[in-house]
Structures are given as C-alpha cells and as structure tokens.
C-alpha cells in the first residue's frame, strides 16, 4: 500500500503531462504491480505503465517525459558515464566533424582537468536537482552534455552499455509521434472521415431483413423482399482557402488538406473557393483570382446547413480588415469592411470552423484575435482539425478566442 | 518475475522484442485484451498466432471488415434459412436454436479451453463498433435474445486486437485495454528476424540486404515505406534468383517487392 502512496505523484505527473490517466487502469496498474509484473525493476516498471497507462502512441512522448521527471532523482550511474566521457574524448575519428577552430579550443582542455569538473558539476547537479532530466548542461559551449559542444551530439548521460528505462525516456523516440507535430495527408484524411452525418438517401440498393422477415410473415410466408437506400454521407462542405503572400509557407499543408478533403464520394457536396488576405465581396473559383464569385450569391445559393471551414492565417494590416476600402489591392475598393463580410458568412451558415496554421502562441494582440472572436476558430494541427469535426459535426462550446495557449 | 507470469518469450518463428513480451504477459496475467498498433507489416496479426502456439492454446480469428456488426461476432440468427425451412420444411423450424451460428467471440467464450481470440484490423468496423463489444469483453459473457440463453467462459480467452490507427478508438474501450505500439525493428532485432526466416544467409549477403532496406526506407517523402514482412520476401526473390548484391551496378532488384506503389518508385528513380 506504501508504494501505491509514492506512486501516487507519478500519477498527477502523468495527468499533468496531459495523459487522462483513469482510476480503473491506474488500479489495473497497482494490480499488476502486486502480482510482480513489473519485475522489481525500473525498466519493468516503464514497461508495465507504459502499456496499462498510455493508449495512443502520440502520448509516448509525454510519458517519456513524465518518467524522465518523476524519476530524475533515482538514479546515476557516475562512474559510467566518467568513462563514457572518457573514451569519447580519446576517440580521434569523433572530432573529425568539428572546424579547426573548435579543435584548438577543444585542445586547450585538459583530460584530467575535464574529468575533475565533470564530476564537480555532477556532484553539483546531484545535490541540487534544479531542472529535472537535464544532466550535465545541455547545448551551450559547456564541454558535456547532448547535443553541445559536440556537433555529431554525442550524449553524456544514463549508464553506459544496455538502454536503461531512464535512457530510453530520455532519448524520447516518440517525439515525433506527437499529435501537435505531424500532419500528413492520410491523416488529414482519417481525421476528416469523423466529418459525417450518415442518412438514407438516393437509389434503393440495400436488402433489408428486417423488413422483409416482417413483410414475408404480413404475406403468409410468400416471400416479400423489402430494399432500403445504403448509407451515406450527407455532409456539405464549402471550403475557403487564403493564397499567397504570408500563407506561402504553409501552402504545403493546405494543400494536403485540400487533397484529403477532394477526394471522391467524401461528401455529398463539395466547394471550393480562394480568397487573399481577407474575404471581401468576391471570393474566387481559381486561385490565380480570375473567376470570381460573389459573397452575396454564395450565401443565398448554399443552405445554412452547408458547413464552412476558412483556411488561412488570418494575419493582416488591422485596416484591410477594419475600414471600407481596406483592401490590399489599390484599385479595389470594398464598400464594407472586411470584418463585416467575414461576419455575414459566420452568420449564415450553422457550423463554421477557421483552420489557423499559425502556432497558437501568435495569436494573442494579432487581427487572428479579432477574427477569432467572429470564428471558432482552430490551429491546423491534427489536435486542432479533430477538435473543429468534432465541432462542425455536434456543435457545443466555441473555442474561446482568449485561451490561446502559449505554448503548442 | 515468476514463471508462471513470463509465459511468453517469442516462438522461433516469431523474434518478440521485451516490450511486446512483456506487454503479452501482462494482458495475460491482468485478463484483458491486448491492443497492438504500429506500422503495417510488423507482423501484429502474425503475433496472435505465435502466442496462441507457445502457449499452447487454439487461436479463433476475427477478420473485422467494413461491414462487420459487434453482434455478429457473438452470434448470427440465420432468419433467412429458417424461413426457408418453414416454406419448404425440410428441418424443425421450432427448434430456434439450430438457426443460431455462434461467431468468433461466442465460440472462444463457449469453448471449453482457454483460446486466443484474435480481433483483426478492429479499426475497419464503423465507430462504434468497439463500444458494442465492451460489456462482452469485461463480463465475457452474453445472452441468446432468440432462445434465452446465456453462455458465460469458462476460461476468459486471451484477446489480442489490431488497429492500424485509422480511426480514433473510444476511451471507454482504450482504458480497458494493455495498449502496444510495435515500432519498427532496429537493424539488430531486424537481423535475429531475418536470420529466424532465413537461417542459412551468409553474414555479408544479410548485412548489404538490410543496408540497403534502411537506406531505402529513409528515403523521404516516399508513401508506403517498406517493411518486414516486405523484407523477408525481397530477401526470399534475390536469393531464390541467385542475385548478388555486391555485383548489381545501379538499380535494386526486385523493386517490386519493397515498392508498392508509382510515385515510390518515381520518387526512387530520380534519386
């Protein structure tokens, strides 16, 4: 029981670190450890957590780091990682990536000396535990630590040999498995298919038993065959998509989205429209903007029913979205605000998502603020574009503009 | 760790890395379903059978599809043979329980050793078809609405289920599951997998094969990298061709295998 009480924190680290921890696996855990499934060991242990606490891959990482915090102070093996260090520095062939310059600096330690400081520093960091995880320094012109001084990055830390728990945290091979970082086009494309309302419609196709068991028995037992329509998604979608200028960086991944979201039978309907900068009267057909469409006529064309998702940075000069005539092309004079247009298609349509690709931490004193406030308004991760289905499909809370986190 | 816990280390077919034994392990001795992820081709369906032949049980497979109800793996009521029967009365319709097929799930948990279960590609099914099968799964039992039976196992079965992550699956289910995402083999365990299929492969003729698969691998922007499975039939054709590795300029051989697709082999061709 006194060890359920000391793992208790590790716990609240992991739900810290964003991992939903429930109580029925946490005792499933504390199960499992009665029964001796974690070996008595460390790496026993981060094995057995790992899998009874951690159910999606994108969370390894996470895990990795709550590890990596709870159990900072454990453990270190400092003889090992001194010869570690040592044999390093011996090695010639490790030095041949480095410039001249960081050659004669690199000279001018000496062995013994290194050696003393080394285990100065780590004796230092021993008793002092301020960053957890950290070891010996990390980049900076310090001669140890991962990824400093060295270019090829060669790590201090962890015993030497067989990968510990505490070094296979550490290496945090998850990292890229994390669901703020990726976004390819399959994954565009799995996150769109929750993006669906499912309703018979259309040709009668499907054998339906039910219905036929019921009509042959209403016949006296002269079969009746009874066919109903399949399945379909009825979903709408209208998506507005910002080119050029700043949006240039990100045209990669718009267009991933747009290639997931185009794809065939998706939708029981599908526009698509490009505008620059800021929505005015016109958006465009193409995105060389030769064919316009009127704002005007979409609306009245499209149901309120259709969704709406804008994709763009929503980055501009406060005025082309403030004032009339704001526009940023010098002979086009747009009679009402950009603000006013973007709020005339918020609107009309029930459900509407803005997909940022901004990092969230710009957001804050940006017009992305005042376009959030019109918008719900998500960032284009596959975190952001699984929080906007979720929304474009049930509706509930708006994200609240002010929250924008300052991290992710 | 006692014996009777650590009951699965791999087959010699099947190279298990620790965690994956370990994660068996644990769903086996907690009785609860092991849920695998991980790219395709890493031999996750290929385990089920291996753990159901170390430990010397049966293995009932599940190939979930599209169409794929949670009801249906429990039981099937054939209604349409039996209205047949009645029209045409060749067997006693009263007898309702002879038109009721169990599926994969009834049968492992009707039967009367403790098998493996393996539930493939869960993934497949609509939404929420995971969610149909929780109570079954916890309670491992369930109940015949058509003859009022209820069948209860007698030995909970081991459940191994794969997903290739195309769907989010419900938290409900994900918590009452050991989760395992099988990475992809480091070059070492990739070796001890090669040298398991292919036992007599000269040291050299391996090490250039699994260069260049890495190599190939690490290719960017390449779609449908290739895998293990892939690897051992590549290494199967170049050896059952008599190729040599180290005397082919240029090309690889047998592209076909490792390369499924033409923007692959486009994006390869021009590096």
Known sequence: MEQALVLIEFLFELRKQGINVSAHEWMGLMEAMSKGLHNSSLDGFYRLARCICVKDVSNFDAFDQAFLAYFKDVYVDVAAVTNDLLSWLRDPKKFEGLSEEEKKLLEELNVEELKKMFEERLKEQKERHDGGGKWIGTGGKSPFGHGGFHPSGVRVGGPGGGKSAMQVAEMRRYRDYRKDRVLDVRQIDVALRGLRRLGREGAVEELDIEETVNATCKNAGDLDLVFTPPKRNRMKLILLMDVGGSMDAYSLMVERLFTAASRAGRFASFEHYYFHNCVYENVFEDAAFRKPVSVTELIARTSRDERLVVVGDALMHPGELMSPGGSIYFYHHNASAGATWLRRLEDHYRYTAWLNPEPKRYWPRTTIEAIASIFPMYHLSLEGLEEAIRYLVRGGQRPDPSQATPFS | ?271
């Not at chain 2, 994956?20 to 385990?47: F, H, S």
């Not at chain 2, 006693?92 to 539930?119: M, Q, T």
């Not at chain 2, 890495?214 to 061709?241: G, M, Y």
Request: negative net charge; hydrophobic residues 40%; aromatic residues 8%.
């Open chain 2, 1 to 271: 760790m006692s014996d009777a816990f650590n009951q699965f280390t791999g087959t010699t077919t099947y190279i298990a890395s620790e965690d994956l034994q370990q994660a068996v392990n644990v769903a086996c001795a907690l009785e609860k379903p092991l849920l695998l992820r991980g790219e395709p081709g890493t031999g996750k369906t290929v385990l089920a059978q291996n753990v159901a032949s170390a430990l010397g049980m049966d293995l009932i497979a599940w190939h979930v599809k599209s169409t794929t109800k949670a009801r249906d793996g429990l039981y099937v009521y054939d209604t349409v043979a039996r209205l047949h029967d009645s029209r045409f009365g060749d067997a006693d319709v009263n007898d309702i329980a002879s038109y009721i097929k169990l599926g994969p799930l009834g049968r492992s948990l009707a039967s009367e050793k403790r098998v493996v279960l393996l539930i493939d590609e869960i993934d497949k099914a609509d939404i929420e078809f995971p969610n149909d099968l929780l109570t079954e799964l916890d309670a491992m039992k369930f109940f015949i609405d058509e003859t009022g039976k209820e069948i209860v196992a007698k030995e909970r079965p081991l459940v191994i289920i794969t997903s290739n992550n195309e769907k989010e699956l419900p938290d409900a289910f994900l918590r009452r599951c050991i989760f395992h995402y099988i990475d992809f083999p480091s070059v070492e365990l990739m070796t001890k997998i090669v040298r398991v299929h292919h036992p007599d492969i000269e040291e050299q003729v391996l090490d250039q094969c699994l260069e260049l698969f890495f190599k190939l691998r690490d290719v960017p922007r390449i779609r449908k990298r290739p895998s293990t499975s892939e690897l051992i039939d590549w290494i199967f054709a170049l050896r059952k061709a008599g190729v040599d590795l180290a005397r082919v300029g240029g090309g690889i051989p047998f592209l076909g295998t490792l390369l499924k697709n033409e923007q692959d082999m486009a994006i390869l061709g021009n590096n």
